[in-house]
C-alpha cells in the first residue's frame, strides 16, 4: 500500500448468506485492517461476529460433548467468537513485530521465577488468561503436559486446580516452578549447542535476493548488459569439453544431443532460442539425466572465467540468493512461486560465484606451530 508492504494472514469463516453459510478468506493484515468481503477493522469484525453473520464454527456442527473431567482432559476450550476475537488481535501484533499474548505469558513465567510473589503470580495469571482460551494448551509447546504446569501456577493454594484437579501445595507449586527450571535449561543447553553447530554461520544480513528475468531484446542488446550476462543465452564465446560454443545454451543443448550432427547443428544455431529448440527435439544421450547439473555446472565456470568482465558481474552480486525466473526454462532450472521450480540454474550461479571469489582470495593453509 502506497508503496509500503504490509504483511497479512488469513483464514476461513462461515459467513451467513440468506438462509445458507458458505466458507469465505477472512484476511487480516499488520496495521489493523481486516477484510472479509468488504474492508473492516477489529471491531468491525467484533459486531459481525455478534449479529451471526459470520460464524467461526461450523453452524450446523453438532455440540462438542462435555468433558467429564477439565484438569483429565485432553482437548482446547472450545473455539468461541470471543476467542477467535483474541486471536485477530494477537495475530495483529505478531504481524507487527509486537509480543503476543503468548510471548508476554513467558515473560511473566520468567519474572515469577525470579521473584515468586503474590504480585508477580497475579500478573502470570493475567498474562495467562489473555492468550486466547482455545489456545491456552498450546503456549508452553509440551505435547504431554501442555499447560498444566500452568495451570498450577495460577490457581491459589487450597484450591483445586481446574475444580476437580489436584488440590495446590506448596510442594505442587514448588514441582511447577521445577518444571520451569528444568525447561529453562534445556533451552540453555540447545542454544550452547547451536553457537556452536552453527558457528560458520553468517553474522550480519545478506543481501536481498537477486531476481534474474528472462528478457528479450527485439532490437539490440544493450551496450552495457549488466545483470543480463548471467542468462544463460548472453552471447558469449565459451571453449568446453573441446567445442566452442557461442552461448551457455549452445553448449548445453549441444552436449545433451545423442547424435554427433544435432550436437553440430545446435552449436551452430543462429541464437541460444534456436539451440533450445533444436535441442529440445534431439534425441537425448542416454546418461543425460545423470550428467546434466554437472555439465551445466562447467559451462558455467567456463564461462565466467574465461570472461573476466562477466566474473566481476556475478562477484558484485555479493552473497544475494540468486532467483533465476524464466517462461522457456523447464522448473528444473527456474525458480517459481510456491516452490514449484527448483532454480538449478540460481543455485549454481551461486556456486560458480563462491568459486570465483575462492579464486580471487586464495585460503592458505593454516601453519602449524
Not at 60 to 75: F, G, L, T, V
Request: aromatic share 6%; charged share 30%; proline share 7%.
Amino acid at each position: 500500500m502506497d508503496g509500503e508492504r504490509i504483511d497479512g494472514t488469513w483464514c476461513h469463516v462461515w459467513e451467513r448468506w440468506g438462509d445458507e453459510y458458505v466458507v469465505v478468506d477472512l484476511v487480516v493484515f499488520a496495521d489493523g485492517a481486516v477484510r472479509c468481503d468488504e474492508p473492516t477493522d477489529l471491531a468491525g469484525l467484533e459486531k459481525l461476529l455478534a449479529s451471526g453473520r459470520i460464524s467461526v464454527t461450523r453452524p450446523d456442527a453438532p455440540a462438542r460433548p462435555a468433558e467429564p473431567s477439565k484438569w483429565a482432559s485432553r482437548s482446547s476450550e472450545p473455539l468461541t467468537p470471543d476467542g477467535f476475537l483474541l486471536e485477530v488481535a494477537d495475530l495483529i501484533e505478531e504481524l507487527s513485530g509486537r509480543p503476543t499474548a503468548a510471548q508476554r505469558c513467558h515473560d511473566a513465567i520468567q519474572r515469577y521465577q525470579r521473584e515468586p510473589t503474590e504480585p508477580h503470580r497475579a500478573a502470570l495469571r493475567d498474562a495467562y488468561l489473555a492468550v486466547p482460551p482455545h489456545l491456552r494448551i498450546y503456549v508452553l509447546g509440551d505435547m504431554d503436559l501442555q499447560d498444566r504446569p500452568l495451570r498450577i501456577l495460577v490457581t491459589d493454594m487450597g484450591e483445586a486446580v481446574d475444580g476437580d484437579g489436584p488440590v495446590v501445595t506448596a510442594e505442587l507449586r514448588q514441582g511447577a516452578l521445577d518444571y520451569f527450571r528444568r525447561t529453562d535449561e534445556r533451552v540453555r543447553r540447545q542454544k550452547e549447542q547451536r553457537v556452536v553447530r552453527y558457528a560458520d554461520d553468517p553474522t550480519g544480513a545478506g543481501r536481498p535476493a537477486l531476481i534474474s528475468n528472462e528478457v528479450h531484446f527485439p532490437r539490440n542488446r544493450p551496450a552495457e548488459p549488466g545483470l543480463f550476462v548471467l542468462r544463460n543465452d548472453h552471447p558469449v564465446e565459451i571453449a568446453f569439453a573441446g567445442e566452442t560454443y557461442p552461448s551457455v545454451l549452445h553448449g548445453y543443448w549441444s552436449l545433451s544431443a545423442a547424435d554427433a550432427a544435432d550436437r553440430r547443428r545446435i552449436r551452430e544455431a543462429a541464437s541460444g532460442d534456436e539451440a533450445h529448440d533444436l535441442g529440445g527435439r534431439a534425441a537425448r544421450r542416454a546418461d543425460w539425466p545423470e550428467v546434466r547439473l554437472a555439465v551445466m555446472a562447467g559451462l558455467l565456470r567456463a564461462k565466467f572465467t574465461q570472461h573476466p568482465e562477466l566474473a566481476a558481474v556475478l562477484l558484485g552480486t555479493g552473497d544475494a540468493r540468486i532467483s533465476y525466473t524464466s517462461h522457456s526454462e523447464s522448473p528444473h532450472w527456474r525458480d517459481d512461486r510456491d516452490s514449484r521450480g527448483r532454480n538449478w540454474m540460481g543455485r549454481l550461479l551461486e556456486l560458480t560465484r563462491s568459486e570465483l571469489a575462492l579464486q580471487d582470495g586464495p585460503v592458505s593453509s593454516p601453519t602449524a606451530e
